[in-house]
């Protein structure tokens, strides 16, 4: 099942423990590399520190907000060493803009649609200028359509651009 952005910013954290609200996970932390949710920024509840909470940490996402196990899960953003290089990176997606491999601008990042179980990043929402989202709306693109993602910019493949066919073959050729 895929869920938006929205449903992945500013949500409540809720410990099953204490059965209450342990914090706010206010921001995702993207690795760029592979477009997977990797942990989110988060503000405890009790001591107003800025943590991390890791998405292996997370039971489940469910309306009221994101499960973890207990108040432990959430820690210091400087003890995480293997996530280091990506907390360094400060990626962010949202408003980074989209080119094809022909360097034509398509727009902005205005949302994305990430995958529950894995928490990877499927698809990409790409809002144009003013005139041609008047003339041909919103482009969504999906993850194999990406290039290269950058700190500057996401490259995807052209999507006017023909492919290659394949020669159809007759179908009593198949029977044979």
Sequence with gaps: MLQLSQALQNRPIMSLRTGG???????????????????????????????VLLSQDVRDIIPQGIVVNDHDVLTEPDDLIRLQKVLKLEFTLLGKPVYTDH???????????????????QKLY?????????SGGNLSVDRNQIVEITNRKVIVKDP??????QRAVPAAQLAQ
Excluded: H
């Design 21 to 51: 609200e342990i914090g706010i996970a206010y921001e995702p932390i993207i690795n760029p590399n592979n477009l997977k949710i990797e942990a989110w920024f988060c503000q405890d509840r009790f001591s107003k520190e800025k943590l």
């Design 103 to 121: 360097k034509k601008k398509l727009g902005k990042v205005s949302d994305y649609a990430a995958e529950m179980p894995t928490l990877f990043i």
């Design 126 to 134: 790409i809002s144009q200028s003013i005139v041609k989202s008047l």
């Design 160 to 165: 006017l651009q023909p492919t290659k066919l």
